[in-house]
C-alpha cells in the first residue's frame, strides 16, 4: 500500500475512529449525516474519528453499524473475535442450488418446457408458500431452481411474439420471486443479476403490472446498496409511477397496488435520507392510492393494501429516528391483519426498532418474539433484530439479558 493510499479497515489493525472514518466515506455519507442518523452532535462524531474519544459503548456501536450498513461487527471494531454478520445472513442451505439455476444458460437442450398453464399454476403455489410458510425461504428455495430453468425455457422455445412475451412475464415473475430469496444472503452480485434479469425480461414481457414489480424490487436494490445509490433507486421508482400513471383511471386492481407500493418506496427512500416532509407525503399519496383499493384486497407480491398503511407508517417514523412517533403509529397499526407471514415479521421487527428508539427494550424484544413466530427465517437474516439482540443480550438486568439471550440461541446468533 503506498503512503498515501487510503487504509483499508478489512487488512489493516486500525483504530476504531478511524475504521469508522474510512467507512462512512465510502458510503459517500458526511459526518454531519452520519452524526445526524445516530443521534449525536457532529462535534461528537469528529472526536471519535480522530481518536479524541474512546470508542463508544455497544448500543452506539451498534447504531454505527446500522446507519453504516456494515455486514460484520468485525470490520466496525477491528476485533476478529466480534464477527457477526449484521445486514447479511449467513447463508442459505438452498442458494447455491438456486444460484446454480440462475447462472445457467443451457442452450443445447431440446426438452420441451411445461405447458404455460402449468407454469403459471407453480407460480401461484410458490408465491402462496412464500407468504404462508413461517420458513418461507426453504419453502420456496425447493421450488425456484426448476422454475427458473423452465422458465428460461419457455422464452427460447416461444414460436410468436406473443408467446415470447407471455413467457417473458413468467420469467420476470420468477426472477421477482429469486429476489425475495436471494436478500440479505451472502451473495450481492447474485442479486443484483436477478434484479436487472427481472427487470429486463418485464420490459420485454410489455405487461404494466410485470414492469411495476420488477421496477419495485430493483429500486429497491438500489436503495438497500447504500446512501450513495439512493438518486438510482428514485429515478428507478420515477420512472415506473410516470409509466403506470396513464393507466391508474382504468387500471386493475393489480396494478394499482403497485403503483401505491411505487408511491411508498419514493417515502421510504426519503425517510432513509432523513426528509421528513416528503417522506411522509408519499405515505399519504400511497394511502390514497390503498382507499381505492377493495377493503379485503392484497397485492399478491408487495402485500400493498390498505391494511398494510399502517406498517408503513411504522416504517416511515423508524427510518426518520422518530422514536415517539413510531411508537404511537405501532398502536394505531394491526399486526394481525397482515396476511402474509414474513410481512408480518418485518412489520413486528419495524415495530421493535420504534420501541428501542423510544427506550423501551423490554417491548421491543417482544415485538421481536412476535417476529420469530410469524417468520423464523424473517428475524434469522433481519439486521435490524439483530443487531438489537446484541445489544440487550449486554444489558445490565438480568431478565432482560437472559429474555434477549434466549431468543438469539433461537435464531442462530448466539450459541446454544
Not at 481518536?51 to 454505527?64: N, T, Y
Not at 413468467?170 to 444472503?185: D, E, G, P, V
Not at 447474485?190 to 414481457?205: K, N
Not at 402474509?340 to 428508539?357: D, F, M, T, V, W
Request: proline share 6%; glycine share 6%; hydrophobic share 40%.
Amino acid at each position: 500500500m503506498t503512503p498515501d493510499a487510503t487504509p483499508d479497515p478489512y487488512a489493516d489493525p486500525l483504530r476504531f475512529g478511524q475504521r469508522v472514518q474510512i467507512i462512512r466515506e465510502r458510503r459517500g455519507m458526511t459526518q454531519t449525516q452520519l452524526a445526524d442518523l445516530i443521534g449525536i452532535s457532529p462535534h461528537t462524531l469528529r472526536k471519535i474519528e480522530n481518536g479524541q474519544q474512546q470508542p463508544p459503548r455497544l448500543d452506539m456501536v451498534l447504531r454505527i453499524a446500522e446507519a453504516l450498513r456494515v455486514g460484520d461487527l468485525a470490520d466496525l471494531t477491528g476485533h476478529p473475535e466480534a464477527h457477526v454478520d449484521l445486514f447479511v445472513g449467513p447463508g442459505h442451505p438452498r442458494l447455491a442450488a438456486v444460484k446454480a439455476a440462475i447462472d445457467g444458460f443451457p442452450l443445447t437442450t431440446s426438452a420441451e418446457p411445461p405447458p404455460v398453464t402449468h407454469l403459471e399454476a407453480r407460480l401461484h403455489s410458490a408465491w402462496k408458500a412464500r407468504h404462508g410458510a413461517k420458513n418461507h425461504r426453504d419453502a420456496i428455495g425447493k421450488l425456484l431452481p426448476g422454475l427458473i430453468r423452465d422458465t428460461q425455457a419457455l422464452v427460447r422455445h416461444a414460436d410468436s411474439s406473443a408467446e415470447r412475451r407471455a413467457a417473458q412475464a413468467l420469467l420476470a415473475q420468477t426472477y421477482s420471486l429469486s429476489q425475495f430469496f436471494i436478500a440479505y444472503q451472502p451473495d450481492a452480485s447474485l442479486l443484483w443479476r436477478v434484479a436487472e434479469r427481472g427487470m429486463i425480461a418485464a420490459q420485454e414481457s410489455d405487461d404494466p403490472h410485470t414492469i411495476g414489480v420488477a421496477a419495485w424490487l430493483l429500486a429497491q436494490a438500489h436503495r438497500d446498496s447504500g446512501p450513495r445509490h439512493f438518486d438510482a433507486a428514485d429515478a428507478v421508482n420515477e420512472e415506473a409511477v410516470r409509466y403506470l400513471e396513464p393507466l391508474l383511471p382504468d387500471a386493475s386492481d393489480d396494478v394499482l397496488a403497485i403503483s401505491g407500493a411505487l408511491q411508498f418506496e419514493l417515502g421510504y427512500t426519503a425517510a432513509r435520507r432523513r426528509e421528513t416532509g416528503t417522506a411522509w407525503r408519499y405515505w399519504d399519496q400511497a394511502r390514497a392510492v390503498a382507499r381505492r383499493l377493495p377493503v379485503d384486497y392484497y397485492h399478491p407480491v408487495t402485500s400493498f393494501s390498505q391494511a398494510i398503511m399502517g406498517a408503513h407508517a411504522v416504517t416511515v417514523a423508524v427510518e426518520l429516528h422518530q422514536g415517539g412517533e413510531s411508537v404511537r403509529q405501532a398502536a394505531r397499526a394491526d399486526g394481525s391483519v397482515i396476511r402474509s407471514r414474513p410481512r408480518r415479521a418485518r412489520h413486528r421487527i419495524e415495530e421493535a426498532r420504534g420501541y428501542q428508539l423510544d427506550g423501551q427494550p423490554d417491548t421491543a424484544l417482544a415485538s421481536l418474539e412476535k417476529a420469530f413466530e410469524a417468520a423464523p427465517e424473517t428475524i434469522r437474516y433481519n439486521g435490524y433484530a439483530k443487531a438489537i439482540l446484541l445489544e440487550e443480550v449486554e444489558s445490565t438486568r438480568a431478565p432482560r439479558r437472559r429474555r434477549a439471550a434466549d431468543l438469539a440461541t433461537r435464531i442462530g446468533i448466539l450459541a446454544a
